[in-house]
């Protein structure tokens, strides 16, 4: 979502309260979260996001994005990761570093229920997720290259 003053506000209540109700907007996650109402923003914490994990990063100045780590590495700077949306072939460019991590999506509320994201079932089935995001990643960017559009 693309809006400066909804930027600053959720870092600020994610500093002051650590967890924060944020409304989606978007289909890149794909049909597992079309038409959620909310979700539950946890503030980073740690050196990099896990693997297969849900997250809020800060995109530019004035937009966020709600989308799954898919790989994390050490780079010269720090941790680096790279995200993507579980409805996307494409993955999130460039990679992102530890400074862009708003934090964690541990819950969303859809049709009046709410799914928690921080259990063990919810971990398993994000790093499968995240695995088969960065094999359909993989392979767009192999059709990019052979059609001579890749990336620099």
């Given amino acids: 979502m693309e809006d400066a003053a909804v930027l600053e506000t959720l870092e600020q209540v994610l500093a002051e309260r650590g967890e924060a109700w944020l409304a989606p907007h978007g289909i890149s996650m794909g049909r597992r979260y079309a038409g959620a109402e909310a979700l539950l923003i946890r503030r980073a914490a740690g050196k990099a996001p896990r693997w297969g994990t849900f997250i809020v990063v800060r995109s530019g100045a004035s937009k966020w994005v709600a989308h799954r780590v898919i790989a994390v590495w050490q780079g010269q700077s720090g941790p680096r990761f790279l995200t993507k949306g579980d409805g996307r072939v494409e993955a999130d460019w460039p990679p992102r570093e ?24 919810s971990m398993l089935s994000g790093r499968l997720r995240a695995a088969f995001g960065l094999a359909c ?3 767009w960017e192999l059709v990019r290259t052979l059609r001579g559009r890749r990336r620099v």
Avoid: N, Q, S, T
């Avoid at 509320?109 to 799914?115: L, S, T, Y």
């Fill in 98 to 121: 530890r400074a862009d991590w708003m934090g964690d999506v541990v819950a969303v509320r859809k049709d009046g229920a709410v799914w928690r994201l921080d259990g063990w079932r």
């Fill in 137 to 139: 990643a993989a392979a």
